[in-house]
């Protein structure tokens, strides 16, 4: 959601700043701009649309700068124009600024404002805070430093904003609140961006700004500030990002190269933790709270999204090998009905991005009441990793594509790797199901290698379905969750209705929605719950419904009763889902591809969620 770029060094800045611009879009916009300082002056180009609009209206502008801000919006306040887009200058043009996030107060502000003679060209919030900076640096007659902290005491919000001061051409000030901030450091250079990837192939070296941080950059000089004007040390880490892991290496879209990853990503998210022949399973990131997670008397699974469904497998997966209550809750509901959490409780909190504005906030809430909060995200340094008193990684490399995929099953390896790691602790499952399932985890990043080479077989299915108007997803158990997750796909990318329902829930209303016309995606791998997913495959069937089926290899039964058949390897019902998951991914991306649309950045969506 949303996305800024910044450069100030002594190469030529646009080219740098367009660039991270594009290595954005994968984020969600609908119109992107930048202000450069030429000579002294302030000159702001924006445009509704996508980078390569900006890039066209650029055409013959005098570009030449050492400093530069640029963004891509993604609409909050203020409808998808040119004059919404960012950045916004204050009143006397004399501050550019970009940012991410939502200024709750905004009204307030614009109105007192209002009453001392400013005036507005956009509907944001954003042209709201510039002019409020401006207004104080005025009336104060203060640096445009103190101006931004002194301003930023009175907003209510969340916030990234970089500023580009007329008057002080060698400086950027940024400043962070509940959004992301990485600076990246070189020689006689820093760039900023709300993550990574517009870094990379510059430098290595990155400092993760914290909440209420004010940054002041120059060339060669960052100083790090709280709100109270105290210098902060900078904390310089090292990426573990290559260039590579942020281009499409020859693939058609970042979603398809993403899903062919997973082989790799699945066993590096298990690699240095996962001894199979040793029987041994390391989780240096809980070393210190494993004690807790064993006598937590619930978890509490918080995610959004893709997460949430990861959280809703490992449900079934905790459960079952701790026999600990889990709950599973949707972020964006968890803080505000005000739920019962305390001391003695664990809340696992589920993001690629660690970045996802409504699960940190339930985080924060939890925390506040004593809960020990446990982090699992994709991203180090971001805002969850830092928020959480412990974590693990799922070291699923830069996902591009708005529509999860790779990080899913990621997420399932470790969350895995979690229930296996307390049950053995606690003494609730046995030493033989311990290196049964030790075993099974080692093996499936072979078993999901081989469920991609269904990817043409898959494609053609993709092709016979894509006409369709609604789809109905459903399984049973570990498999419910994944059903849950290929009809998000397909909505996602396709823009084809889809529901995914617990099969044995389809009597008690979906299945009125069961005709010649419905495809019914059945999730019917071998498992406990086999014989009564065939009676439920009986009764579309019967409804003359037709029948996608993931199954088994061996299965004698479903292949018989199915339009189409889809076969995976055998893998223990526990592991099953990031394998049958892997078909459901393939058959949204083709259907998506088939339709004309663009996959990597569907409509209306953004990868990282910042704002509540």
């Known amino acids: 959601m949303c996305g800024i770029v910044a450069y100030i060094g002594k190469r030529e800045a646009y080219p740098v700043v367009i660039k991270g611009l594009r290595r954005l879009e994968y984020r969600g916009y609908d119109s992107a701009g930048v202000a450069l300082l030429n000579g002294g002056k302030l000159n702001v180009y924006k445009k509704k649309g996508k980078v390569a609009e900006l890039e066209d209206h650029v055409v013959g502008k005098d570009l030449h700068s050492v400093l530069a801000i640029g963004h891509t919006r993604w609409a909050t306040h203020g409808e998808p124009c040119d004059r919404n887009a960012h950045p916004h200058l204050s009143g006397d043009g004399k501050l550019a600024m970009v940012h991410n996030g939502i200024i709750e107060n905004y009204g307030q502000l614009k109105k007192e404002l209002l009453s001392k003679g400013h005036q507005f060209s956009s509907d944001t919030d954003t042209e709201v805070l510039i002019h409020f900076i401006q207004e104080i640096k005025k009336s104060n007659q203060c640096s445009t430093e103190e101006a931004l902290r002194i301003a930023l005491k009175r907003v209510v919000g969340a916030y990234v ?16 609140k509940g959004s992301p901030l990485v600076i990246g450091v070189g020689k006689g250079e820093h760039f900023l961006a ?13 400092v993760y700004v914290n909440d209420y941080e004010i940054a002041i950059v120059k060339a060669d000089e960052l100083i790090l500030k709280n709100i109270s004007n105290e210098i902060q040390t900078p904390y310089i880490q090292k990426l573990d990002v290559e260039l590579a892991a942020i281009e499409k290496g020859g693939y058609d879209h970042f979603m398809l190269k993403e899903i062919f990853e997973q082989p790799q990503t699945i066993f590096d998210s298990l690699r240095g933790r996962l001894d199979a022949k040793a029987g041994k399973l390391t989780l240096g990131g809980l070393r ?77 809430s939890a925390k506040e009441k004593g809960a020990i909060i446990l ?37 399932l390896a470790v969350l895995a790797l979690i229930g296996l790691k307390v049950a053995m602790e606690k003494g609730t499952i046995t030493e033989q199901r311990f290196q049964h399932l030790l075993d099974e985890l080692e093996d499936v990043s072979d078993k999901v290698a081989i469920a991609l080479e269904l990817n ?12 369709a108007r609604d789809f109905l997803y459903l399984g049973r158990g570990y498999n419910f969750p994944v ?30 929605l069961v005709d010649e016309n419905l495809p019914v995606v059945f999730v019917a791998t071998k498992d406990s719950y086999y014989e009564k997913i065939v009676s439920n495959i009986q009764e579309i069937k019967a409804r003359k419904g037709m029948v996608i089926a993931i199954t088994t290899e061996g299965d004698q039964v479903i292949p018989g009763m199915a339009d189409d058949v889809i076969v ?45």
């Open 161 to 176: 904003i970089l500023i580009v001061d007329e008057d002080n051409p060698d400086t950027l000030l940024a400043a962070r």
């Open 194 to 206: 709300s993550d990574a990837s517009p870094i990379v192939e510059y430098t290595k070296e990155v």
């Open 288 to 364: 210190e709270h494993t004690d807790l997670l064993k006598e937590a008397k619930r978890i509490i699974i918080v995610a959004c999204g893709t997460s949430w469904h990861a959280g809703l497998v490992a449900e079934y997966m905790i459960e079952e090998l701790c026999r600990i209550p889990v709950e599973v809750e949707y972020a964006s509901e968890f803080r505000y009905r005000n739920p019962v959490v305390g001391k003695g409780d664990v809340i696992i909190a589920v993001s690629q991005s660690g970045e996802t504005a409504d699960t940190l906030v339930a985080m924060e």
């Open 375 to 411: 982090g699992v995200c994709n991203v180090v340094g971001s805002s969850i990793a830092r928020l959480s008193h412990a974590g693990v990684y799922t070291h699923a490399g830069p996902e591009i594509g708005v529509a999860s995929t790779k990080a899913f099953t990621a997420q």
């Open 456 to 467: 043409e077989q898959i494609k053609k299915i993709a092709d016979k379905y894509k006409d």
């Open 483 to 512: 059903a849950l997750e290929g009809a998000l796909k397909l909505k996602e990318i396709s823009y084809i209705h889809a529901e995914g329902y617990p099969a044995a829930e389809m009597k008690h209303g979906p299945i009125a």
């Open 568 to 612: 995976v390897p055998e893998a223990d019902e526990l592991v099953a889902p990031i394998i049958s998951v892997i078909p459901l991914q393939l058959l949204a991306y083709h259907i998506g591809v088939l339709k004309g649309l663009d996959v990597d950045k569907p409509r209306n969506l953004a990868k990282s969620v910042t704002v509540e």
